[in-house]
């Protein structure tokens, strides 16, 4: 069979978030027509895939081979990319994605669990390091207060598991109260310990909750994490927003790349009429990124079921896979995915070893 024109076909679609064409992306890993079935096998160095969208190729894509069926084979294997700053890596972490906030209680751990969930659920391997060491919250937002990384060496330590990703923050090791009067040298110097003694193993994505703000504190977290990209959550208030180009910047200053602004608490819908308000303005989140040419990853409305979930450590990504906000966080996650992929520069994969 002469796949030419199928190859062509293709390189004329881009699929949501892509920068490029699945032919000319490098993805297409083989085309093959046995019978009246035409096989297309792609693989992915990202989660997150627009199957719905290749699907409604499939008529075309039948008319042009002759053929009854299609059968999409889409491999993951999730590519590392370079870390934009001078840190040492972590053998087996592939990615490193900061979630950060100028302003503090915008939702920027909400946002960081369920992404890293949503992650999960596309199918990645995700850890989460609570680096809010001011403020751990994702032990209480996974639901595993009280537990305690396991250390069969005395040195290294077992992230937590919960809900399909691996965990690890200040939370577990001291009392949240105790981390509060940190200052900025010991707090980093806890937070390097625990990036660099847990037992990651293999990840695809580590999302990172920084403490919010953007002083030197969050400048020198940033550098020594190998991060590989940043996304800013902000509300669309004026005060918000300030804050939120505060970060980009300061991510700009140490050439990390920001993927994206996630507007949180966009807008509160009525549970009873369904009537939609913008509490704090509308349009800050759209405006703020095409002031700065970065893209809107996601909004997410303000919902008391989703604060609720949170609290009580059973993230809506878990309780409510199929729902709108889950839907929404998913949305984001796939975006983040591609984006981080066609930002990036490809390098190779180093394998977890377990440190000795
Ligand atoms: N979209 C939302 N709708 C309703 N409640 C939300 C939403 N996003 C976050 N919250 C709630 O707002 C509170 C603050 O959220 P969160 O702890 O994620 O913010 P933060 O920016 O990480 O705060 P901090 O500055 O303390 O690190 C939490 O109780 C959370 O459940």
Redesign the pocket.
Known sequence: MNIEPIRQRLSRFQPAFWAQDPVSAGFVRSITCEGDVLTIALTLPFVGADKAGLESLNDELCAIAGAKQINWQLHTDVASLAHANEARPIAGVRNIIAVS?G???????????NLALALSRLGARVGVLDA?VY?P?IPM?LGVTGQRPASDDGKTMSPISAHGVTANSIGFLVGANDATIWRGPMASKALEQILRETRWGELDYLVV?L??GTGDIQLTIAQQVPTTAAVV?TTPQNVALADAVKGINMFSKVNIPVLGVVE??SYHQCSQCGHKESLFGEGGGEHLCSEHGVPLLGQ?????T???Q??AGTPVMTVEPEGEVAGRYLNMAARLAAGLYFTGKTVPTTLYTRLV
């Open positions: 906030s302003k503090g209680g915008v939702g920027k751990s909400t946002t960081a669990v809010d403020g919250s937002m909750d403490p919010p959550v949180n608490m997410m409305p303000l919902n008391a989703l604060c609720q949170m609290d």
